[in-house]
């Protein structure tokens, strides 16, 4: 009998934890004595005011509230983390962008020129929104012809185009899903999934850029969950 192939152990929870304290770690040395302190206060504090008080229940309720806050922080360290290691790297709006929860239906790479600055395009109820990567004075361009592309199928459907980076007017990776949370709700959820649908029946061939690319050089892929 043939063998199974063999399918590839999944980290259990706590290695999973051990991982992303390191990665927390790598690019941020204080970052896990913070969230060990941010616990130990909470309990301290718990333990503190049960004593004055003389409510004896205060003292395990201090341990369910000090694991919680360190597990928050520790999820904020974890995602600041990330944004770190992503910072920079092509196609890390889009990473970011497809890590939101909620009903946004992100398309990685819509456009991309022969300088890797690359526009994605997201679906929610805000509308149609365009976000580019790169420097404002070469997306710029590809925002407004991609704007022009969108509504050829979408007339009705709002559009926004916004420019992630550390540029000036640009929004960085850490505040871009925040950004787009805060965009006005135009659209309910079937309207979404409509317009998306829409989208889709457009070309979703890259066009190639003009001219040779430069010798050993690739066109971008984006590196997505």
């Not at 974890?78 to 709006?93: C, D, E, F, H, R």
């Not at 550390?166 to 959820?189: A, C, S, T, V």
């Not at 999934?193 to 690739?218: C, D, F, I």
Request: aromatic share 4%.
């Amino acid at each position: 009998m043939a063998k199974k192939p063999e399918v590839p152990e999944t980290p259990g929870r706590v290695k999973q934890l051990r991982m992303i304290a390191q990665i927390i770690k790598q690019a941020n040395p204080k970052g896990m004595p913070i969230v060990y302190a941010s616990a130990l206060g909470t309990l301290v504090v718990c333990v503190v005011i049960g004593i004055v008080t003389g409510w004896w229940p205060l003292y395990i309720i201090g341990v369910m509230l000090a694991l919680t806050v360190g597990l928050v922080v520790f999820g904020q360290l974890a995602q600041k983390a990330q944004y770190s290691m992503l910072q920079g790297q092509p196609g890390a709006a889009a990473a970011v962008l497809q890590g939101m929860r909620g009903n946004w239906e992100v398309t990685p790479a819509v456009a991309v020129n022969r300088d890797q600055d690359i526009v994605h395009r997201v679906v929610g109820y805000p509308g149609i929104i365009l976000v580019s990567e790169g420097p404002g004075n070469r997306v710029q361009k590809m925002l407004v012809a991609e704007k022009k592309r969108v509504q050829r199928v979408a007339l009705d459907v709002p559009v926004y185009d916004v420019q992630s980076g550390d540029g000036e007017g640009q929004i960085p990776i850490g505040k871009l899903q925040r950004h787009l949370m805060k965009l006005p709700r135009n659209l309910k959820k079937p309207a979404v999934y409509e317009v998306n649908n829409r989208l889709k029946a457009l070309p979703q061939t890259l066009p190639m850029p003009k001219g040779p690319l430069p010798r050993g050089a690739k066109m971008p892929r984006p590196k997505l969950r």
